[in-house]
C-alpha cells in the first residue's frame, strides 16, 4: 500500500491549505487513516483521523489543538482522506504526514503505512 500526501506550503497566519492523501496498492486491516504532524524537536502529535463505521459513514476524531479549525474527510471515488486546515497559526507548522491502518486511531505506532510528508509553514 503507498500513500501520496499533498497540498502543504506557505501560509500567512489565519490562512487555509487543504492537504489530501490518496491511497493505492492494496487494502487495510482496518479503515481507519489518520493525519500527523512533526515540527522540529517535537514528538510527532495526533492530528486527527477517520474510521469507517459502516454504509458510507466515516467517524472524524481530532487532536485537542486542532478541533474546531481542521475538518478530515474521506473522498471515497479517489481512496484518499483530505484535512482542511482553517484559521491557522504559527504553531501548526510542521512536516503532516498521513498514515492508514490502525487499531487505535490516536497513536502513531500503531498505524502500518505512512505517508512521505509534506510541510506546512504558517508565518505569523
Known amino acids: 500500500v503507498q500513500l501520496q500526501a499533498s497540498g502543504g506550503g506557505l501560509v500567512q497566519a489565519g490562512g487555509s491549505l487543504r492537504l489530501s492523501c490518496a491511497a493505492s496498492g492494496g487494502t487495510f486491516r482496518s479503515n481507519v487513516m489518520g493525519w500527523f504532524r512533526q515540527a522540529p524537536g517535537k514528538e510527532r502529535e495526533f492530528v486527527g483521523a477517520?474510521?469507517?463505521?459502516?454504509?458510507?459513514?466515516?467517524?472524524?476524531t481530532y487532536g485537542d489543538s486542532v478541533k474546531g479549525r481542521f475538518t478530515i474527510s474521506k473522498d471515497n471515488a479517489k481512496n484518499a482522506v483530505n484535512l482542511q486546515m482553517n484559521s491557522l497559526k504559527p504553531e501548526d507548522t510542521a512536516v503532516y504526514y498521513c498514515a492508514a491502518d490502525s487499531t487505535v486511531p490516536q497513536s502513531p505506532a500503531n498505524y502500518i503505512y505512512w505517508g512521505q510528508g509534506t510541510q506546512v509553514t504558517v508565518s505569523s
Open positions: 477517520i474510521r469507517w463505521i459502516g454504509s458510507l459513514t466515516w467517524l472524524p
